[in-house]
């Protein structure tokens, strides 16, 4: 009952949140300079398509004018834009008004949400061994090493080490990985390690804080007075508690980085989310990149959701309020 009320209550909280988000970014794009909310702009935008198709122009004019409400007061525009968002209905895209927001993002999310899990799942592979090494060799020259090492990959931006990584791959060892394009494991090989350089930095300095942290505490200190031996200790009892700190860092890195899939996806020429998003805002297809908005919004949100969740399974005395 307690996890019903939590789920319900986070929920409402989840949405609300969310609409005041569409409100704002709606209302931004609305009193800007040459705004889309407004038929002569429209129309302005695609005035190819009145002369080599007159039907067709005024067919997706009134699409917008409809789908958009563009005759009713704003705060009218606001309401209606901001529910079919929660509904999914994302309606078309201003650059390609036969093709829905919806089946261009069922295309593009898969691709993203590949390179999103695998840069995370390398991230926790590696980073977690080099935290507890780091930990356990702390004060030592491994530890400035390795926490050197993971202030670089964090001080790094995930396109720099793309560009490098292309730089690599392509002129000095071409072959060896490809560069370019998606459809194969190779191709996601190198896209996938320039996204997770930072995560890793990040998730090696919390596992060694945490772990530093937890192995001080007096509980470590009473098991280890009645002989509990020394590394069911650290991954038994110490690094389990670890594990809370260490889920707040991998919940949130998930959502950010499928948003900074956009420069890596450019450069690796891979059709994913990140690649449409770039394409929308460039073009000012201002439908999609409100969309994009509600994404992001949607995936902070629900990963930090999953997060509180996952506190209450792992540390039974997280009460879900």
Known sequence: MGLMRFL???????????????????????????????????GAGMGQLQLQDPALYHQYINQFESRYGLDQPVWEQVVKYVWHSLTFNFGNSFENPSVTISSQLATALPISAVLAVGSVVLSIIVGIPLGVLAALKRNTW???????????GQAIPSFVLAVLLVLLFGVW???????????TIGEAVLPIIALSAANIGVVTRYTRGSLIEGLRQEYIRTAQAKGV??????????????????????????????????????????????????????????????????ILCLMVMGMNLIVDLLYGLLDPRVQLE
């Open 8 to 42: 319900v209550k986070r929920i409402i909280a989840l949405i609300i949140t969310i609409s005041l988000v569409l409100t704002v970014a709606y209302l931004l794009m609305y009193y800007s300079p040459g705004s889309f909310f407004n038929s002569a702009n429209i």
């Open 142 to 152: 491994i530890d400035s090493t390795l926490t050197t090492l993971s202030v670089a």
């Open 173 to 183: 060892l071409p072959g060896v990985l490809p560069v370019n394009g998606w459809g």
């Open 229 to 294: 031996r020394y590394w069911p200790i650290v991954f038994r009892h110490a690094m389990r508690n670890s594990l809370t700190a260490l889920i707040t860092v991998i919940g949130p890195a998930f959502a950010f980085t499928v948003v900074s899939t956009v420069w890596v996806e450019q450069i690796f020429s891979i059709p994913g989310v990140g690649n449409l998003l770039s394409t929308a805002f460039s073009s000012k297809d201002v439908p999609l990149s409100i969309t994009s908005v509600f």
